[in-house]
């Protein structure tokens, strides 16, 4: 079972800046994909950024002039960076682990993101 500690959401001004942070307790960290996904009310999950093992990164259309993804293998953990907050941006960001190789792949618990003045 992997355990996640996914911190950084709350309450947050628009135009304001997140960093979220999540560390996950999977063995060889470094070999893993690492994503952020968010799902606003009433709309599915959708992918905001992924890290693949060599960095390279992917990002949403709606999100990659504003957003930063990035790694700490010896912290386990993922960041992702996001500036220019919108209220349209209010969501649960979950983190998701993925091996590619082994097709296995595990979500946190979500982090709430509200931007509100």
């Known amino acids: 079972q992997v355990q996640f500690e996914e911190s950084g959401g709350g309450f947050l001004q628009p135009g304001g800046s997140l960093r979220l942070s999540c560390a996950a307790s999977v063995s060889m960290f470094r070999l893993w994909t690492m994503g952020w996904y968010r799902q606003a009310p009433g709309k599915q999950r959708e992918l905001v950024a992924t890290?693949?093992?060599?960095?390279?990164?992917k990002y949403a259309d709606s999100v990659k002039a504003r957003s930063t993804i990035s790694r700490d293998n010896a912290k386990n953990t993922v960041y992702l960076q996001m500036n220019s907050l919108k209220p349209e941006h209010t969501a649960v960001y979950y983190c998701?682990?993925?091996?590619?190789?082994?097709?296995?792949?595990?979500w946190g618990q979500g982090t709430q993101v509200t931007v509100s003045s």
């Open positions: 998701h682990v993925e091996d590619r190789y082994y097709g296995v792949s595990y």
């Open positions: 890290i693949t093992s060599d960095g390279t990164t």
